[in-house]
């Protein structure tokens, strides 16, 4: 369900992924916004992501380097522009003035995939507690979303994050374990996660990001 909103800041923002809601519009040049609540959500399980052994093995020596907050800004107009298979997008230029807005107090957070000095690929989300709201991705490189995804996860699992929800679950996501949930048990998922304590680092160490992404599992045989 979703209701329209008139107004909206990015203090309101964060009352409201405390509370399940997240803002969309209809389209890149739409004017107007709305609160979603979705009766199913999309989560994807910290502790049953699903890495197939070929990626892994991109992620660990192929050709990307992957950073986090270093051009937020050219990661979420990556995301707003269009691409095969997405036409249009759901962020217009207030939602992408707000995510601006949320980064700069750090709150929203990117992850950039790099192949040499041109960026090929990245994701963005928001962070609170021990729950990261993912927002969107995008690619110009073949596996380039798929390892900002990695990233992203090893990156939770190493700070002691508990909920990473994708709001919908697609196809690009449920190759990694994505599952749907009723909107009651994502909120007790949320409740619990907004308790946690965790600490966001752009520079972890690298030896332990390495370690947490071999940690990650390819999925289990049928």
Not at 87 to 106: K, M, P, S, V, Y
Not at 156 to 173: A, E, K, N, P, S
Request: aromatic share 10%; proline share 6%.
């Amino acid at each position: 369900m979703s209701r329209r909103i008139p107004e909206i800041t990015p203090d309101l923002m964060l009352r409201a992924y405390r509370a399940g809601l997240f803002p969309m519009a209809e389209a890149r040049t739409s004017q107007r916004l709305y609160w979603l609540d979705p009766e199913m959500r999309g989560v994807l399980p910290l502790d049953a992501f699903h890495l197939p052994k070929r990626l892994k093995r991109t992620v660990l020596s192929g050709p990307f380097r992957v950073t986090t907050n270093q051009d937020f800004g050219a990661v979420i107009l990556g995301c707003a522009q269009p691409a095969p298979g997405r036409e249009d997008t759901w962020i217009n230029t207030d939602i992408e003035a707000l995510f601006r807005a949320l980064h700069r107090q750090g709150h929203a957070h990117s992850l950039e995939v790099w192949q040499g000095d041109a960026l090929v690929g990245g994701l963005y989300g928001v962070s609170i507690g021990g729950a990261f709201f993912g927002e969107s991705m995008f690619s110009r490189a073949t596996d380039a979303s798929k390892v900002g995804l990695v990233h992203l996860v090893a990156r939770m699992r190493l700070f002691g994050f508990t909920l990473l929800d994708t709001q919908f679950i697609t196809g690009h996501l449920a190759q990694f374990g994505t599952i749907e949930i009723p909107r009651a048990s994502y909120k007790a998922q949320l409740t619990a996660a907004l308790e946690v304590a965790t600490h966001w680092t752009d520079t972890p160490d690298e030896a332990a990001l390495m370690d947490a992404i071999r940690a990650l599992r390819p999925p289990s045989p049928e």
